[in-house]
């Protein structure tokens, strides 16, 4: 027995399926078991009354006629065409028989005192060995007067129905089998085929997904779920090597520019040691925020959801933050303007929501040229809470968009402006924990940085007031 | 004034010992919680810096123990975890300030100062006019004036000047004064704060006129009359 039909035997699918069947081969025995022994019943009682009835004519017959009538009678009888499917035996007080067609007083079953017996035919008979039941009557002189119908029908009825007992139990055993063996088999396949994709994981190909049937029963459920969980893991450990990837070119790079100048410090007497020193200084402080704004992503990326939300009026954290903005713009020759106000509140985290419109602000700043404008606003409508930075600076390519929100992707224009690259990808970080996200759109010219919030409902704002 | 230093790495503790007496502090170190808890009960500090994460006991259960006994020096807390959730723990539990690491000497230094300056003047808050030079503001009138002559402020200015007048003579740093000023905790990227410093120094300092806010390099600005 190969591996695969010892699991199939084991398999539960298999052991319910052929479980039920036994079930059901069990049930039908019991029922066709009923049927059998009401019916034979039934079939006793209507040979019992139609030989009391003839043997009650045969009373009559000897009351009438005497022994010899009888006994001609009985002789007629039992020669007949019909003879062949009854038994007729008149015996003298000695035992010798008088008439009849059968030779000897049958062995046989007796019943109520000898009054009914119960044997099978003779070979004589129409139908050897079928059963009979007789009833025996006390003849003047001592005599005795059997009489008898073969059950040649009750008996095949018993045949025909032990035979389908037979047959259906077997057939539903057979059939309980099968049918188990080929729905375990296919529970088996799907079930193999998810742990197969399983083993293709564990070995690292992350690329694999459970192959989905179009039936929509549970197993495809069940790999739909299972892809979803798996397209996710896929996601997370992509982001994660990327980062690994991007921390060991991102974090070389200044690491040896430090290096480097501790060295040339070193070698160079002309050097300057305590501008050497705040350089270098400089340089730590580059990587240490580098790695601050990693921390932060990855626990704002662990943590509970709604931790630290109350209510923020938006208006406030609108001006709040042009108020402190507005001067460094000017600074650097952009026109700054903000609002209308939109008279919304929403729950959120102030500290987040303030530092993520902040590094909207930041990049804003830094990448438009002088004689740009900057708009800061906040809108609702539909149910979305739109905090947006706008700038008519150059803007993000169309497909460098949805990169740009990567921990650490800077484009190759902004290369030689100072950060780490992580601001954008700590806004949407803050976007996802308020259960929305950043959007970068066209704002032609220039670009425009949406957080979208989905606006809680106005349920707790009714109650509030 | 002596300063406890509760650090548990050494190279750390090492280097604030030297930070605080270079500025003039004496400075113990303690090694752990209940070291630290012993030795400050014990000795005369006038402030004290503590990690939030220290062996045997922790800096936080460190602080509740010490405000629980009724003392009242000023502590600056130390921490590797520098979410805004962590500062409020540290400053449930009895802190004063929260710094994080890592952390620039001159950011601690700042803000212990202004910790222990704090508990010295108490009485200043019954006094409505802060004066720095010829530099005098009204606290009751919300008005400044430079030798007399008034100067028109905008709101944030104020506040910003009233934060640096109570603060004369003491470097603070951009941080600080955008978590006092703007209630901000976070890193700006861009020098926001330098741009509103130098919006109100043009505003008190008048061409020709002796400079009273200074910036220090590599740690804040310091407002302070000329000697």
């Given at each position: 027995m190969s591996r695969f039909s010892l699991r199939l035997l084991r398999s539960s699918t298999f052991r319910l399926a052929f479980l039920g069947a036994l079930l059901f081969a069990v049930t039908g025995l019991g029922m066709l078991g009923v049927v059998r022994w009401m019916t034979t019943a039934v079939l006793d009682h209507r040979v019992d009354l139609s030989v009391e009835t003839e043997m009650t004519m045969l009373r009559t017959l000897l009351d009438q006629g005497g022994m010899d009538a009888l006994a001609e009678e009985v002789n007629a009888r039992a020669n007949s065409l019909q003879g062949r499917y009854r038994a007729y035996l008149m015996q003298d007080g000695q035992g010798h028989a008088l008439a009849g067609n059968l030779a000897v007083w049958p062995k046989g079953h007796s019943e109520e005192n000898g009054k009914r017996l119960r044997f099978h035919a003779p070979e004589?008979?129409?139908?050897?060995g079928s059963p009979v039941r007789a009833t025996v009557i006390e003849l003047p002189g001592g005599g005795k007067l059997l009489m008898g119908r073969l059950q040649s029908d009750r008996q095949a009825f018993e045949e025909v129905v032990d035979r389908t007992m037979l047959a259906g139990a077997a057939l539903s055993l057979v059939l309980g089998f099968g049918v188990g063996l080929l729905l375990a088999r296919r529970a088996l396949r799907r079930l193999d085929q998810i742990n197969r994709t399983a083993q293709t994981i564990l070995e690292g190909q992350l690329r694999d997904r459970v192959p989905v049937g179009g039936g929509g029963d549970e197993f495809d459920h069940l790999a739909v779920n299972l892809n979803v969980m798996l397209d996710r893991i896929e996601r997370l450990v992509e982001a994660m090597r990327a980062v690994t990837r991007n921390i060991a070119h991102d974090l070389r790079t200044p690491l040896n520019r430090l290096r480097n100048r501790l060295e040339l410090g070193l070698i160079d007497q002309a050097a300057e040691p305590r501008q050497v020193l705040a350089d270098a200084i400089g340089d730590v402080d580059g990587v240490l925020g580098t790695f601050n704004a990693l921390l932060s992503i990855a626990r704002l990326e662990g943590r509970k959801p709604r931790e630290n939300f109350s209510d923020i009026d938006l208006d406030e954290l609108i001006s709040g933050l042009a108020e402190l903005y507005a001067p460094l713009a000017e600074d650097e020759g952009l026109a700054f303007t903000s609002g209308p106000a939109c008279g919304v509140s929403l729950s959120g985290d102030h500290h987040l929501l303030s530092q993520a419109l902040a590094n909207l602000l930041d990049n804003a700043i830094k990448y438009t040229p002088p004689g740009g404008h900057l708009h800061l606003w906040a809108e609702a409508s539909d149910g979305l809470m739109r905090l947006c930075v706008a700038d008519d600076g150059p803007g993000i390519p169309p497909d460098a968009r949805a990169k740009v929100?990567?921990?650490f992707v800077r484009l190759d224009e902004a290369r030689?402006?100072?950060?780490?690259?992580?601001g954008l990808s700590l806004v949407s970080a803050i976007a996802e924990a308020h259960g929305g996200r950043l959007l970068l759109e066209d704002a032609a010219p220039g670009l425009r940085a949406v957080l979208q919030l989905t606006l809680p409902k106005h349920g707790h704002v009714v109650n509030s007031m | 004034m002596k300063v406890l230093v509760v650090e548990d790495d050494a190279p750390t503790a090492a280097f604030l010992a030297r930070g605080l007496s270079e500025a003039g502090y004496g400075v113990d170190i303690a090694a752990d919680g209940i070291a630290g808890l012993d030795m400050v009960t014990a000795g005369d500090y006038a402030a004290m810096i503590v990690d939030r994460m220290l062996p045997r006991m922790d800096g936080l259960l460190l602080v509740e123990t010490l405000r629980r006994m009724g003392r009242r020096l000023p502590v600056l807390f130390l921490s590797a975890l520098g979410e805004v959730d962590e500062r409020v723990k540290g400053l449930q539990a009895g802190g004063d300030d929260y710094v994080c690491k890592p952390f620039a000497i001159a950011e601690v230094l700042a803000r212990i100062e202004v910790l222990m300056r704090r508990g010295e003047a108490p009485a200043a808050a019954a006094n409505p006019l802060l004066t720095v030079g010829p530099l005098e503001m009204n606290l009751l009138a919300h008005s400044v004036k430079r030798d007399g002559v008034l100067i028109a402020l905008q709101p944030r200015e104020y506040r910003l000047l009233e934060y640096l007048m109570r603060h004369q003579g003491q470097v603070v740093t951009r941080a600080m004064l955008l978590q006092a000023v703007w209630d901000y905790h976070f890193d700006p990227q861009t020098n926001v704060i330098d741009v509103h410093v130098s919006r109100l120094r043009q505003k008190i300092e008048k061409e020709g006129e002796p400079a009273l806010l200074q910036t220090v390099r590599g740690a804040g600005y310091i407002l302070k009359a000329e000697l």
């Open positions: 004589t008979s129409a139908d050897p929100v990567e921990p030689h402006l100072p950060g780490a690259g992580l | -």
